[in-house]
């Protein structure tokens, strides 16, 4: 029997919610490969209150509209600037790719997959 497979690809609408973005700067940030550079170039994170975590300040960054700036570990340190609009870029690579399961339970894998799409547009590092 000759067995085809069958390609179908749809348009579909999703939902990103504040919630979802701070997953994925929490499971960023969790692993060793990024971080998020905090020097003077930065200077919105001097305006972090007391109390507020990382992840929910870097996402408070981003949903109004601020540059976050991210340290590659892996590429000695290297800097890289990220916009909201990077970011869904790089969710959208990232569902693209299959990775279908990113609302459901955000890893670090997953976090890194899509920060790489999201600065690079590929994967530059394979998780």
Same mark, same amino acid.
């Given at each position: 029997?000759? /067995? /085809?497979?069958?390609?179908?690809? @749809?348009?579909?609408? $999703? ?12 499971? @960023?940030?969790?692993?060793? #490969? ?13 305006? #972090?209150?007391?109390?507020?975590? /990382? ?20 590429? #000695?340190?290297? @800097? ?11 969710? +959208? +690579?990232?569902? #693209? ?5 990113? +609302? ?14 999201? $600065? +690079?547009?590929?994967? @530059?590092?394979?998780?």
């Amino acid at each position: 029997m000759n /067995q /085809q497979t069958h390609i179908k690809e @749809l348009q579909v609408t $999703i939902s990103i919610t504040e919630e979802t973005i701070e997953n994925i700067m929490s499971a @960023l940030l969790e692993d060793e #490969k990024w971080s998020i550079h905090q020097d003077d170039d930065q200077s919105n994170w001097s305006n #972090k209150p007391l109390g507020i975590y /990382q992840d929910e300040w870097a996402t408070n960054l981003l949903l109004h509209g601020e540059m976050l700036m991210l340290t590659d570990k892996r590429n #000695k340190n290297s @800097l890289y600037s990220m916009t909201l609009e990077d970011l869904y870029d790089g969710i +959208f +690579f990232s569902l #693209k790719g299959g990775n279908s399961s990113l +609302f459901q339970n955000v890893t670090n894998e997953t976090a890194d997959t899509i920060i790489q799409y999201s $600065i +690079f547009k590929r994967l @530059l590092y394979l998780s």
